[in-house]
């Protein structure tokens, strides 16, 4: 599921880009933030969203309650 991620923001566009170089390190240019197609459990649609960066990893990984629609 995750290989089917979609880009939400990259770099200085993510809000919180600072807080993650100064936790993870790296360049701000580096971060992307991520999120994974919508998945159903039970009978709600949820997605994963985390933040990303080459030579760091996956960090944060968190799963959101979305609308279905």
């Given at each position: 599921m995750l290989?089917?991620?979609r880009v939400i923001a990259r770099g200085a566009k993510i809000r919180d880009v600072g807080?993650?170089?100064l936790?993870?390190?790296g360049r701000p240019s580096g971060w992307v933030k991520k999120s994974s197609p919508p998945f159903r459990l039970g009978r709600r649609w949820y997605e994963y969203h985390w933040y990303e960066h080459r030579g760091i990893g996956r960090v944060e990984i968190k799963r959101k309650r979305i609308d279905s629609t």
């Open positions: 290989a089917l991620s807080r993650l170089v936790r993870y390190g």
